[in-house]
């Protein structure tokens, strides 16, 4: 059976239709591969810590996570929007089992920031793969919340991306970013690969600008990493994994390809 590990963005869950989760169940019944989702959930922790006055800054992106706010990250994480996801696969008819990466210390995690400017932010150091092989053998959908645990009992706030690219590794799988574009735009058109030489350049050259930026060189950093594959297909668009896998071209497919050198 091949692997899929699927992440999907906090921004993409409320926009995805129900073929989303028809598709994860068609796709393991019909075409033989395993999807393992690994979600965040970044607008919904937001206005939850606004709405409990929480104090919440960014630094470079990254949620600076207190004691108080990783209280909210968890519960929204690994509590309402883990069992929202699980709960939708089930009315899609297929079966799911909702975790984070404190359960049996599926992800082991460390300090990200040495200096603690970070607070209880949080990277990987290694994927216990057995716990998911024993959910997947008994035919049963991984929905994986990326909050983690260290070997002390501390908990983490970890970026989605990061905790799918470790267990992506992990399985050998192939990872999906689902997020809320079609992919890679150039001149109005939609590529559908890219390789690091031309990322490099497209971004130079200012023709791929803004948000993007870090959504492409995410994906590069993550095949530098070890992942075979990584696709970025756009969540909201009718039955987007069945075309996929029935290779029917959509989404932006990244690899990476070596400078040439001159010699002499």
Known sequence: MEYL?????????????????????????????????????GPSISSHLEAMKIQSQFINGIRITTEPVLQVVEMILSGSMNKEIVRNIIKAGGKAFGLSGVDGMLLEAKPLDDKGGLGLVGDIVSVKKEILEQLIASDLIPVVSPVSVD????SYNINADTAAAAIAKALQASLCIVTDVDGVYVNGELIHTLSNLEADRLIENQIITGGMIPKVQAAFQTLTEGVKEVVMLNGANKHIFQDFVQGKGVGTTFYLKEAMINIG
Request: proline share 7%; glycine share 14%.
């Open 5 to 41: 590990v699927i992440k999907c963005g906090g921004s993409i869950m409320d926009k995805v239709p129900p073929s989303f989760y028809l598709d994860l169940v068609k796709i393991k019944e019909q075409k033989g591969i395993q999807p393992v989702i690994v979600h965040g959930g």
């Open 151 to 154: 070997k002390l009992g501390q």
